[in-house]
């Protein structure tokens, strides 16, 4: 997603990395170091772009001023559906991994079944194929 969209939007990243950023889904760092919280793999593809994009832009404008948000718009015209939703569901993600880290499930395989705009859920399956669905 990132080497795409950032072709798009004529910038290059100095590198990607993928860690724990805490309550951050993202973050452009020194040198246009892009990061990643590892978390965003359990959001819906839709929303995964936005994080991209929003990180992206951030290599143009470091600060969210109007016309850092422009520049979101001009690539991803419903970015405030998106962005919205992130508000509004992220901590439902959050909660939803702090719970399995507290049950501590053996989980063998996560299912992702998004379609591009489409905000399904995702299902956990745990080693004894128990399904564990996370809603967003």
Partial sequence: ?????????????AG?????????????????????????ILLPRAIVEYVVVHELTHLHEPHHTPQFWKKVERVMPDYERRKDWLAK????????????????????????????????????RTRNCAALPLVL
């Fill in 16 to 40: 990607v990395k993928i860690q724990d950023l805490g309550y951050r889904w993202g973050s452009c760092g020194k040198g246009n170091r892009l990061y990643f919280n590892w978390k965003t």
């Fill in 1 to 13: 997603k990132v080497q795409g969209l950032a072709a798009r939007m004529g910038v290059e990243p």
């Fill in 89 to 124: 569901n992220g901590i439902e993600v959050e909660g939803a991994v702090k719970s399995l880290i507290w049950a501590k499930p053996k989980v063998s395989h996560l299912v992702f079944d998004f379609s591009a705009c489409a905000f399904e859920p995702i299902i956990l």
